[in-house]
């Protein structure tokens, strides 16, 4: 077979592409590989690097490093993933608007969260959001609260679910809920009846006290006296279902907010006791995040609004 004679005129690059190439091109990047990109697209791994290598030829440049460790862009894949992105994001608006025009209240929603928001919140509102419009899916991942804001940045996520996000240039908030910190007792614990404790009462007890990677944690620490986190007996957990069930076996008592236990709240399994620092009481703020720029497909703004009633009356909108 002869080789290929097409040439790019330096300058005069006219690009062709259709949504395939795009898509594929998309995958590739996300998934480090064309294996990994085929399988999420359920097509054969031939037919995602035949795109790959068209659309290289068809640009005249390479687009990826082709690694023993994967697929990393090049400079030039760098310049088009940002292009792909913003066509992406618009063909998802303008698909989404024109489902608005016909009625069809369709779509899809990716949404971004952390762990505890998965044992009431985030299931209530797509609960509420499925008898209303059961034509709308829901992806969910769950992330460190860390890496929320980079997920929905890159577009991975429409929208993201976490507490004590700082501001960052490249995600708005579209509201904010105060939870109050507490302890986490068993029912038939001696500090079960009050109504609000501080942290001094816990000081000869196990605390069982959430790793780094919960927003919380920083809080925790600044409220907690270095010489307690050194000699106290602790456990430090990176899992709110493991904190619940080392509480219901009496191994300890720990902190958070009610996110992320409310139905042991509801069944009394477990109790929450408001903690009073310097006669306030120490809240943390769920947040819910979008992309600064892009608008919400309606699919997600229909979602972003049963989250927010869900969060409850607590919240504070934000402009």
Do not use: W
């Amino acid at each position: 077979m002869a080789a290929s004679t097409k040439k790019t005129v330096p300058g005069k690059t006219k690009l062709r592409l259709h949504s395939a190439v795009l898509h594929y091109f998309d995958a590739v990047h996300r998934a480090g590989s064309v294996r990994e990109a085929a399988r999420r697209l359920n097509v054969a791994s031939s037919a995602v690097n035949r795109q790959i290598l068209y659309l290289e030829e068809e640009l005249g440049t390479p687009l990826f490093m082709r690694l023993s460790s994967g697929m990393r862009l090049t400079s030039a894949g760098e310049l088009l993933a940002h292009h792909v992105q913003l066509v992406l994001r618009d063909a998802e608006e303008v698909s989404s608007r024109l489902d608005q025009l016909r009625g069809l209240h369709a779509g899809h929603v990716e949404v971004a969260t952390v762990e505890g928001l998965c044992a009431f919140i985030l299931p209530e509102a797509i609960g509420l959001l499925a008898r209303r419009h059961p034509r709308i899916t829901v992806g969910v991942q769950v992330l460190d609260t860390r890496d929320i804001p980079g997920a929905i940045a890159r577009g991975d996520a429409h929208m993201g679910l976490a507490f004590e996000v700082s501001k960052q240039p490249d995600i708005r908030q579209l509201h904010v809920a105060p939870f109050v910190l507490g302890a986490i007792v068993r029912p038939d614990s001696p500090l079960a009846v009050r109504r609000v404790s501080a942290l001094s009462d816990y000081f000869d007890m196990p605390v069982i006290l959430p790793k780094s990677n919960f927003a919380n944690r920083a809080q925790l620490d600044a409220l907690l006296p270095h010489a307690i986190r050194q000699e106290c007996r602790r456990y430090d957990v990176g899992s709110i279902e493991l904190m619940k069930q080392l509480v219901l076996r009496n191994a300890g008592v720990a902190f958070m907010t009610q996110v992320g236990i409310e139905p042991e709240l509801r069944a009394g399994t477990l109790q929450h006791i408001p903690i009073d620092h310097h006669r306030k009481r120490v809240v943390s703020n769920l947040g819910l995040y979008a992309h600064a720029t892009a608008p919400l497909p309606v699919a997600a703004d229909a979602l972003a609004r049963h989250l927010i009633g869900v969060m409850g009356a607590g919240g504070v909108p934000t402009p």
